[in-house]
């Protein structure tokens, strides 16, 4: 099973971008789905993550502006962007983690803000 990615791009400071990640397959005994992004020179950290009974957590530089929803019976998990700033940006990747441990990474979407 594989995660794909999409929805990153270019944006103007202030602006808003909707990622969203899919899975190729059924991925069995989901536990955790969230988003990492790595900006460059940096380590990859993690932006938002939502678990099975829905509680979500966000980085603090992030709250309020980005919300992460997941669409079950699509098998997505989705980031909405709102009022980027140029600091947010990075390569998002998805992640997906099993109660098995078993992890999944995407391939990562590039988004990119202008001042």
């Known amino acids: 099973v594989q995660l794909q990615a999409s929805g990153g791009g270019l944006v103007q400071a202030g602006g808003s971008l909707r990622l969203s990640c899919a899975a190729s397959g059924k991925i069995v005994g989901v536990n955790l789905r969230g988003w990492y992004r790595q900006a460059p020179g940096k380590e990859r950290d993690l932006v938002a993550s939502?678990?099975?009974?829905?509680?979500?957590h966000y980085e603090e530089s992030v709250k309020g502006r980005f919300t992460i929803s997941r669409d079950i019976a699509k098998n997505t998990v989705n980031l909405q962007m709102n009022s980027l700033r140029p600091e947010d940006t990075a390569v998002y990747f998805c992640?997906?983690?099993?109660?098995?441990?078993?992890?999944?990474w995407g391939q990562g979407t590039l988004v990119t803000v202008s001042s």
């Open positions: 992640y997906t983690k099993t109660v098995y441990g078993r992890e999944y």
């Open positions: 939502i678990v099975n009974n829905g509680i979500t």
